[in-house]
């Protein structure tokens, strides 16, 4: 029995050594305003790039201040089961689950409503691709408690 708990005990500790123990997607997390907008004035993603060279900026400006207006204070939390969304006291909760896995930092998931998105780890946070008539990632960093 003594070396079933040592050999638990020394998995549970290269778990935590590796970072495999701790899911990078759990936690609280709040809306980068400032590094959304540089990603969209440079995208990585050529595709983005292409569209936004061909837009004009005022359409850029407008589009940029329509998604802070609704991303402006708000925090999203990753349960193992849902993510709370919160802005200004208000906030709902939805169910998810991981449906795909394609590396170590880029999670596809599908919320009980039926949408799906993806998220990937970033430096210092994660990032969220908005689909709808231009691709967007969000940017959101980690709540300061």
Not at 95 to 116: C, H, L
Request: aromatic share 6%; net charge negative.
């Amino acid at each position: 029995m003594r070396l079933i708990l040592q050999i638990a005990a020394l998995i549970a500790l290269s778990l935590a050594l590796t970072g495999c123990g701790k899911d990078w997607l759990l936690g609280k997390w709040e809306f980068d305003k400032e590094r959304t907008l540089e990603a969209m004035t440079a995208p990585e993603d050529p595709e983005t790039k292409n569209l936004l060279s061909g837009v004009v900026s005022g359409l850029q400006r407008g589009l940029s201040q329509l998604l802070f207006t609704q991303l402006d204070g708000v925090t999203v939390e990753y349960t193992k089961k849902e993510m709370r969304r919160t802005k200004n006291g208000v906030g709902e909760a939805i169910g998810y689950k991981v449906i795909e896995e394609a590396d170590e930092k880029t999670r596809v998931i599908q919320y009980d409503d039926g949408n799906i998105v993806t998220v990937q780890k970033v430096d210092n946070g994660l990032k969220s691709l908005m689909m709808g008539e231009h691709k967007v990632w969000v940017y959101f960093k980690p709540v300061a408690e």
